[in-house]
C-alpha cells in the first residue's frame, strides 16, 4: 500500500504470519512436505529485478502524482506491479487530463534522474513494520526496493477511466 507520510495507516498489519502461496500445478507438492522439513526454494532473480524496479517506480509514480494532485492520492483502490510497469487505481470522479500526465511522466522520470538515496526504517515501536524514504516521502511497505531511484528505468505514464469514480494511472518502461 502506498501512503503519504501525513497519513495516519490503519491498514499496516503487524505481528502477523508470512504465507506461502502453492500454485494449483504445484499441488502435488502438498503430500511430500511435513512441518520442520527443510526445503530448498529458487527465486528467478532477473524476474525478480524487474518487480524491485516496478515496485520502487510505482512509489516514485504514486509521488508525482502527489506533487500535482495531492487531495486523490488519499483515495488508493490498488495497485499492480508487474516485470514489465504497473498502475495505481484511485477512487475519484476527477479525470487526469493528458498535460497533467505528461507534467507525472516527466516529475517521476526526473525522480529517477536524481538518483535519490531510498533506504529502509524499521518503525521502532514495531519492528515488523518497514518503511520506503525517498527525500521526504516516507511510505509503509514492506515490498523489494531499489537502493535509489537511479536503478529505475524511465518509464511512459498514462491513464485509463476505469469506471464511474475510478481512475487508473499506469507506466511501463520507456
Not at 524496479?53 to 508525482?64: G, I
Not at 518497514?130 to 529505475?152: A, L, M, Q, S
Request: aromatic fraction near 8%; glycine fraction near 6%.
Amino acid at each position: 500500500m502506498c501512503c503519504h507520510s501525513n497519513i495516519n495507516y490503519p491498514d499496516c498489519k503487524i505481528g502477523g504470519k508470512i504465507i506461502h502461496k502453492i500454485f494449483s500445478e504445484d499441488l502435488y507438492l502438498l503430500n511430500k512436505f511435513t512441518t520442520g522439513d527443510e526445503v530448498i526454494i529458487t527465486i528467478n532473480t532477473d524476474r525478480r529485478n524487474l518487480l524491485t524496479q516496478s515496485h520502487s517506480a510505482t512509489h516514485v509514480m504514486y509521488m508525482a502524482i502527489d506533487l500535482l494532485k495531492s487531495d486523490i492520492v488519499t483515495h488508493i483502490l490498488g495497485c499492480h506491479i508487474k516485470p514489465q510497469g504497473g498502475r495505481l487505481d484511485f477512487l475519484t470522479d476527477y479525470r487526469f487530463s493528458q498535460e497533467e500526465i505528461k507534467i507525472i511522466e516527466e516529475k517521476a522520470n526526473s525522480i529517477i534522474l536524481d538518483n535519490i538515496p531510498t533506504p529502509i526504517e524499521v518503525d521502532p515501536k514495531y519492528p515488523d513494520v518497514r518503511y520506503w524514504i525517498c527525500g521526504d516521502y516516507k511510505i509503509p511497505c514492506g515490498g523489494t526496493h531499489t537502493k535509489n531511484t537511479g536503478e529505475i528505468p524511465l518509464i511512459k505514464i498514462s491513464r485509463k477511466s476505469i469506471g464511474a469514480g475510478k481512475e487508473r494511472v499506469l507506466f511501463q518502461w520507456k
